[in-house]
């Protein structure tokens, strides 16, 4: 394996490999988004399950709050899948810029793997994505707003 030595030819390289950090950038943000709202699935069971431990919960509301956990349960894989797909996406583009910047300076023929090496990430972010959606809506879905009648002013 022969490396180039010609600043231009590493400068390209760089150049070509800077391009896929911008999405990792994204999957960054993504993670950062994700992994909060698993705290809050946590934080929320936690909750719930001291409560039903404590045992000062009538039937009625016990059985509501065995069902709510269900649907945290349910939630807490959504995004444990999103948080696995967006790693595999880091991942795939991480791969990607080496092989990039390895296939300009080297004299590698890796364009096939690079190319994919970043459709693979960018299936691994859009799966995230949906993951993400089914997510939020099964956790708009649960919410109960309580209608109260509004109180007319004086």
């Given at each position: ?7 231009s ?11 896929p ?5 994204a ?14 699935i946590?934080?929320r ?9 404590a ?21 807490g ?5 999103s ?8 991942m795939?583009i ?31 972010f ?6 993400f959606?089914?997510e ?19």
């Amino acid at each position: 394996m022969i490396f180039a030595t010609d600043l231009s030819t590493v400068t390209h390289g760089i150049q070509l490999a800077v391009a896929p950090v911008f999405l990792l950038t994204a999957v960054s943000g993504m993670i950062a988004a994700v992994a909060g709202r698993l705290a809050r699935i946590i934080d929320r069971a936690r909750f719930l399950e001291n409560r039903l431990d404590a045992g000062d919960v009538e039937h009625s509301r016990a059985a509501r709050m065995y069902a709510e956990l269900g649907e945290l349960r349910h939630r807490g894989w959504l995004v444990n899948g999103s948080l696995a797909l967006l790693t595999l996406c880091a991942m795939a583009i991480g791969l990607t810029i080496m092989l990039l910047f390895l296939g300009e300076t080297a004299e590698l023929l890796i364009p096939k793997i690079a190319t994919i090496s970043f459709l693979t990430g960018v299936m691994c972010f859009l799966s995230a994505l949906v993951c993400f959606l089914f997510e939020t809506l099964l956790a708009t879905r649960l919410l109960r707003f309580a209608q109260r009648p509004v109180k007319p002013e004086k």
